[in-house]
């Protein structure tokens, strides 16, 4: 019993051998372009959770407002001015000093 492949199987263990190659780096394409798609937004989501808590105290401030709660209020303020003075906030904030977004951050933000 002979081991020899005739041309026909090689052909075929070698169109395989190359197709399962082409998956193997259009896999390893796709995971890097995650990971540096995943790294990019990272600032991004910090930003936007920041946004979406100074929107919840801002909330919290104008029951405290309404019930009369001076001391809470007071307490509330100063989180919120420290929360204004995160760098994480700055990423999601255009560079660009006429972009609109970035004028509105800067006129809360009194810069």
Known sequence: MSTDMGPEAQS???RLGIAMGAIVVLAMASILLSTI???MSA???RAINLAGSLRMLTYRLSGELVRGEAAAA???IK???ARLQDPALRVGV???LAHPLRKTYDSVNGA
């Open 79 to 81: 989180v919120v001015e």
């Open 37 to 39: 798609f995943t790294e």
């Open 12 to 14: 075929i263990l070698g």
């Open 74 to 76: 007071r307490s509330t």
């Open 43 to 45: 600032g991004q989501a």
């Open 94 to 96: 255009q560079v660009e």
